[in-house]
């Protein structure tokens, strides 16, 4: 059986039970907050419990190494729409011990794509194009750095809301453990300065 299929077969008893009924709240976040952190999979139920949230607490949105890279891409635009149409009043940007995204070789997983098919043809056409993968797969050398280079870029964002709080934090990824980077309440809106 198939990995989708068994997801399938899983969700079809789930909802026949009701077993979603203990889940079932609106899209607002009952803690007014949004979070961006890593995909990581040792995150997926840690993270949650460490902060203390349940379903309908936060917005959480998932990138690799929590990294927010570009102004006006999908990440800060979901953060936009959680403070201007979800309410949320506050920003945690909650990178962890341990990511992949540390080090990681663009060179390595350019490599990789080819060897599972992708063409010299298509990588020509992207550098053509302008489009400079090794930059767009590069890491972070360190957490704390891109964390706090993540908190920056949205504190900086001109239509980020001036009462909204930006904290940055790690979480070990054993533990659940939590570092403060940054504190938002203290630190306040770089646009203004």
Request: proline share 3%; with cysteine; glycine share 8%.
């Amino acid at each position: 059986m198939s990995r989708l299929q068994s997801i399938l077969e899983y969700n079809e008893e789930f909802v026949s039970k009701g077993a979603y009924e203990p889940y079932i709240t609106d899209k607002f976040s009952t803690k007014k907050m949004v979070i961006v952190t890593c995909m990581d999979s040792r995150l997926v139920e840690l993270l949650p419990r460490a902060l203390n949230l349940k379903n309908g607490d936060a917005q959480i949105i998932k990138t690799a190494g929590a990294v927010v890279s570009h102004p006006f891409g999908s990440v800060m635009r979901s953060i936009m729409v959680a403070i201007y149409s979800l309410k949320a009043s506050e920003v945690l940007v909650i990178g962890h011990h341990d990511c992949g995204m540390t080090g990681l070789n663009s060179a390595s997983i350019l490599d990789k794509a080819k060897d599972r098919g992708v063409s010299d043809e298509v990588f020509s056409t992207l550098t053509n194009a302008g489009i400079k993968l090794s930059r767009w797969l590069t890491g972070f050398d360190d957490v704390q750095q891109a964390v706090e280079g993540s908190v920056d870029l949205i504190q900086r964002h001109p239509i980020l809301p001036r009462d909204v709080y930006v904290h940055g934090l790690i979480i070990d990824p054993k533990t659940g453990k939590l570092d403060l980077v940054i504190d938002g309440t203290k630190q306040g809106n770089k646009y203004d300065n």
